[in-house]
């Protein structure tokens, strides 16, 4: 059984971001999801997958990395959606709040990005190597986490829409830099935010896998 969703406030790096969490019976491990591309904790597409997550006994904390200032800031400007280093300071205090929050607290973590959050999402998991277990983008700019990518051994999953020529090419190139277990998943149809009708459910089911599998208690993954 599910728990209905909480609405909190997390502290992070000198502000409060809200975040909606969702805790099942006997959780076997939470993701916390990374959004990027002027997205927010409401993305009918994260929200789907977060559903998929916790049907499959998985905690899911969907968290707004931009308070509602920054928000409207950012959408006259679409200056702090490429931030990074904004973005993955948000990640990382939401990943170390999972940490210490109970029911979270002691269950393995996995970060899921989307876009510009993808990249905030392996700069956090480069950061907390010994908190973070697992990683999936989706339709993600892995690239923008840059020279981070060469310290993110954690088990990482990029799915990219078969339309999204362009950072499907990103995504390759990131992969290679990746320091561990990495795997691109290339959805046929689909664009950059996976719109078309169908699109989502193999991205859910992907997702779901990746962590059963890299989140099960006791597992520890060996760099790569």
């Given at each position: ?27 076997r491990g939470v ?96 950061e907390r190597p ?95």
């Open positions: 059984m599910t728990q209905m969703p909480s609405t909190l406030d997390i502290p992070a790096a000198g502000v409060e971001v809200a975040a909606d969490v969702t805790v099942p019976d006997s959780a993701v916390v999801f990374a959004h990027g591309s002027g997205s927010s904790r409401h993305s009918p597409r994260n929200r789907y997958v977060a559903g998929e997550l916790q049907r499959a006994g998985l905690a899911t904390v969907l968290a707004d990395l931009l308070t509602l200032q920054e928000e409207q800031f950012d959408a006259r400007t679409a200056r702090l959606r490429f931030d990074i280093d904004l973005l993955a300071t948000r990640v990382i205090a939401v990943t170390d709040w999972v940490g210490e929050h109970e029911p979270l607290a002691g269950l393995p973590i996995g970060l899921f990005g989307a876009s510009t959050g993808a990249a905030a999402a392996l700069v956090a998991a480069a010994d908190s973070v277990r697992a990683v999936v983008s989706r339709g993600g700019r892995a690239d923008l986490a840059g020279d981070q990518l060469r310290r993110v051994r954690q088990p990482t999953l990029l799915i990219v829409g078969g339309r999204d020529e362009i950072v499907i090419d990103l995504n390759r190139q990131a992969m290679q830099q990746l320091a561990g277990e990495s795997r691109l998943e290339i959805v046929p149809g689909a664009t950059h935010i996976f719109e078309e009708p169908g699109a989502l459910e193999p991205v859910a089911r992907l997702a779901r896998d990746w962590f059963v599998r890299h989140l099960s208690p006791g597992r520890v993954d060996e760099p790569g």
